[in-house]
Structures are given as structure tokens and as C-alpha cells.
């Protein structure tokens, strides 16, 4: 069954210090997604990137974030400059087009900052 | 007020038993609603979607939407432990929309 990957499955990092994660959507997907989950709290949205630009993005998702689809399967995270405050699991989902389908999440990656 | 509001319990239930989960939403807008179990450290996986009002089951799984109070409703029957796992319950305004996930239930079914 075809599903999300995500790389590294744990990032450790110092602030300050640029990270990128890295997904692997499905492959006729469409439509992207990046969410993040800080611990003990809920998963909350990031950005939702369709066509090769971003379609919506959150507070959170500010100047030190971008998303980028460099080839025709990766679709990947950067933080520029890490805060304490950006550790959390970090998700990536994928859906295959408009109507209704599911958004396929990935395991995804734990950035620890320290 | 929060968008999708939902009691982050724990919840220990015995083998068997019946569980009953719920979650409330406040956006009149908001037009799918999604149940998704997590499991520590794992992604979010969809266990069943609703589109506006009703109901839906599928196995031990019954999922209500009443749009008219905004209230969700997950039932599980025949609980079992591999049924423990954390609940997000979701919605969406539209199909391509970002997913607005409520804290999520932990649930613990005790053999």
C-alpha cells in the first residue's frame, strides 16, 4: 500500500542552525501538507502547497519557513534559524486531488532543538 | 473558543466494553468530519469521515455528526486493546482545505 515517508525520523539540532525534513508524498498526489505537534498538544497546521506554490499558510508558518517541491517526488521543510520553541514532531501528508479524499500522513520527523 | 473542543480524558475502559467519544466544534462553516487514531509517536491515520450530518459505521466503528448542537460522536463496540491509541477528531470547511484537529481523547482498553 502506497504511503508517506518522512526523513530523518529524528533531527537534533542547535538554535540557530538551519534544518530541512524531508517527505516523499504518494505518488499521484497532488496536494501537500505540513503540520506540526508540539508535545501534548494538538496537531496543528503549517502550510498547504498545490501546483508548485504555497495554496494557504498559518501564523506559525512564518519567514523563517518554506516549503519546497525540488523535483517530482520530495516535497521538503526548511526552518532557517531554529528557536527552542520549533521542537516538535513534524508532519507531511498528502492528498490525491480536489473532492473529497483523505490526507495520508507520514510517521514524522522529531526536531529536537537545543 | 478553541474550533474543535474535545475532552483529552484519559479513558480506561475493560476489554468489551462500549466506548463513547465526542468532540464539539464551533465553525457552522465547517462541512467534514474526520476521526483519526494516533498512536504514540506515529502519524495521524483516518479511521472514517462524515460529510455533514448522520451517521456512519463501518465494523465496530460508528461515527455522528449533528450539525444542528455541532457535536461529534465516535462509538467503538467491542473495545479491544489494540484499540488504545490517542482519537483526533477533525473537520474540514472544504475537500482541499487544512484539517482542524481538536487535542485529542487518549483512550486505554484494559484486557
Known amino acids: 500500500e502506497p504511503e508517506v515517508t518522512q526523513t530523518p525520523s529524528h533531527q537534533v539540532t542547535q538554535m540557530g542552525q538551519e534544518v530541512i525534513l524531508r517527505c516523499v508524498p504518494i505518488?499521484?498526489?497532488?496536494?501537500f501538507y505540513w503540520y506540526r505537534q508540539i508535545l501534548g498538544q494538538k496537531v496543528e497546521f503549517l502550510v498547504s502547497?498545490?501546483?508548485?506554490?504555497?495554496?494557504?499558510k498559518s501564523e506559525i508558518f512564518d519567514d523563517q519557513f518554506s516549503v519546497e517541491r525540488p523535483d517530482g517526488s520530495n516535497f521538503t521543510l526548511k526552518i532557517r534559524s531554529t528557536k527552542l520553541e520549533d521542537s516538535a514532531m513534524y508532519f507531511c501528508?498528502?492528498?490525491?486531488?480536489?473532492?473529497?479524499?483523505?490526507?495520508?500522513f507520514g510517521p514524522g520527523t522529531r526536531l529536537t532543538v537545543l | 473558543q478553541k474550533e474543535v473542543e474535545q475532552d483529552p480524558g484519559p479513558l480506561s475502559v475493560p476489554e468489551g466494553a462500549i466506548v463513547s467519544l465526542n468532540c464539539t466544534y464551533s465553525?457552522?462553516?465547517?462541512?467534514?468530519f474526520m476521526w483519526y487514531r494516533q498512536y504514540s509517536r506515529k502519524g495521524p491515520e483516518l479511521l472514517m469521515y462524515?460529510?455533514?450530518?448522520g451517521n456512519k459505521e463501518d465494523g465496530r466503528f460508528t461515527a455522528q455528526v449533528d450539525k444542528s448542537s455541532k457535536y461529534i460522536s465516535l462509538f467503538i463496540r467491542d473495545s479491544q486493546p489494540s484499540d488504545s491509541a490517542t482519537y483526533l477528531c477533525?473537520?474540514?470547511?472544504?475537500?482541499?482545505?487544512?484539517?482542524?484537529f481538536g487535542p485529542g481523547t487518549s483512550l486505554s482498553v484494559i484486557p
Open positions: 501528508a498528502s492528498k490525491e486531488g480536489s473532492g473529497y479524499n483523505e490526507q495520508f
Open positions: 505518488s499521484n498526489h497532488l496536494y
Open positions: 502547497f498545490y501546483n508548485n506554490e504555497i495554496s494557504e
Open positions: 465553525n457552522s462553516a465547517f462541512q467534514y
Open positions: 462524515t460529510y455533514s450530518s
Open positions: 477533525a473537520t474540514l470547511k472544504t475537500s482541499y482545505d487544512k484539517v482542524i
